[in-house]
């Protein structure tokens, strides 16, 4: 399959996942308003300033909620690529050469020497199973999304897909998470892996302008993963990463079809809780600790969170996470250190620890998982990757502790 064609030899567009979703179509009188609002404000400056103000603070906020929208330039994209199609074509790195794709799998161990042979080793059998193709979809209105998928050598349509929705600072071909092909190989579960890039960011087009963008997105790689893998509804699985875990958990609650796993990672209840605490501790951090800066954290986190809600780039991930699990068995994963989303923004918190596994790192990884909390690597922590690919593969309900 070509990077830019589907299974028809064109690029497959989706249907709106609602028909609540679709655009109402724009009337005379509201598009006569609209030309004479736009002519006003040219006369009138001091509405074209605040026009142009407010357009300023969509775009601040679209992007401290999705930074990877101005993260990656052109050559850093060219070169993930470059290194991507280096790996997975199984050429030999010449000296020097540094690979991304193996310096992430040598982290999953603690000692470099056991890291690179395990990163050997694990390339190997990840090529020997695994098949990357690239494809695009178009969403409803006309976005091209950028999809990588990784097919299992022995998949068939009767097989799981999991769908991965990306952290904020990700571009799909980084694969920041190989536990799903990994724990596919060890468990003789054949699988195809899914990933794809948010609107403005990597492989895909359009941009980043309100939060259902993400779920219409997502609604979109749902369709390619049916029409192009064939694979059944209720073996469509969500993994939610980060921010991804609102986009996931909004895209299965469109469809109650959709009765595959779902597994949410170290993510929030909503958007702005999330923001609120980010701000004060970034502020604290400028501002120091004293009064006059407590004062001041307050207020700007408070105002940096009403932004997110008012400017529409909030997810309620406690409401959507109720919706996902009258459908289908959900799994929150959560950090006990978390520094990015801490506990009480998380998700975990919000629904009172319901199913949930809190990582538990392994003997000589404690300090490593502790620095790099919310980005530990799953490899990490006791059975962690294990118990989240006998989830997916044979997902069961489960018990409402910390495993």
Not at 352 to 368: I, R, V, W
């Amino acid at each position: 399959m070509s990077s830019a064609v589907s299974i028809q030899n064109r690029i497959l567009q989706a249907p709106w996942p609602s028909e609540d979703l679709k655009p109402v179509p724009e009337t005379r009188c509201q598009r006569i308003g609209r030309i004479f609002w736009n002519i006003i404000s040219v006369l009138i400056p001091f509405i074209l300033i605040g026009r142009f103000i407010n357009g300023l603070l969509n775009r601040i906020v679209s992007i401290a909620v999705l930074p990877a929208q101005v993260m990656f330039n052109p050559e850093e994209i060219a070169q993930i690529k470059y290194q991507f199609q280096r790996f997975w074509s199984g050429e030999v790195a010449p000296a020097g050469e540094k690979n991304f794709i193996l310096q992430s799998l040598a982290a999953h161990k603690s000692d470099s020497d056991e890291g690179a042979a395990y990163a050997l080793s694990t390339a190997n059998q990840l090529r020997a199973h695994f098949k990357p193709e690239h494809d695009e979809v178009l969403t409803p209105d006309g976005v091209k999304i950028g999809i990588t998928c990784f097919r299992h050598k022995d998949a068939d349509a009767s097989s799981p897909t999991v769908i991965h929705f990306n952290g904020n600072g990700e571009y799909s071909r980084m694969v920041t998470d190989y536990w799903p092909m990994i724990q596919s190989i060890q468990q003789g579960t054949p699988c195809n892996y899914v990933l794809f890039d948010y609107p403005g960011v990597g492989d895909s087009e359009g941009s980043f302008r309100k939060d259902i963008d993400l779920p219409i997105a997502g609604s979109s790689v749902v369709y390619w993963v049916q029409q192009t893998l064939q694979t059944s509804s209720d073996k469509i699985c969500f993994d939610g990463k980060s921010l991804g875990g609102g986009p996931a958990l909004a895209t299965q609650a469109l469809n109650p079809e959709l009765t595959g796993a779902h597994i949410n990672r170290v993510s929030y209840s909503t958007v702005s809780a999330a923001t609120r605490i980010i701000a004060k501790k970034l502020i604290h951090n400028i501002f120091g600790e004293g009064r006059c800066a407590t004062g001041l954290a307050k207020m700007l986190s408070n105002w940096a969170a009403s932004q997110v809600t008012k400017r529409g780039f909030d997810f309620n991930s406690l409401d959507l996470y109720n919706k996902v699990k009258a459908q289908a068995p959900i799994l929150i994963v959560r950090h006990p250190h978390d520094q990015v989303i801490e506990t009480p923004a998380s998700l975990q918190e919000a629904v009172n620890h319901d199913q949930f596994l809190e990582l538990q790192a392994k003997p000589g990884y404690a300090l490593d998982s502790l620095e790099a909390n919310h980005n530990a690597h799953l490899e990490w922590h006791v059975d962690a990757a294990e118990t989240l690919g006998r989830f997916v593969f044979a997902p069961v309900q489960v018990q409402a502790d910390a495993m």
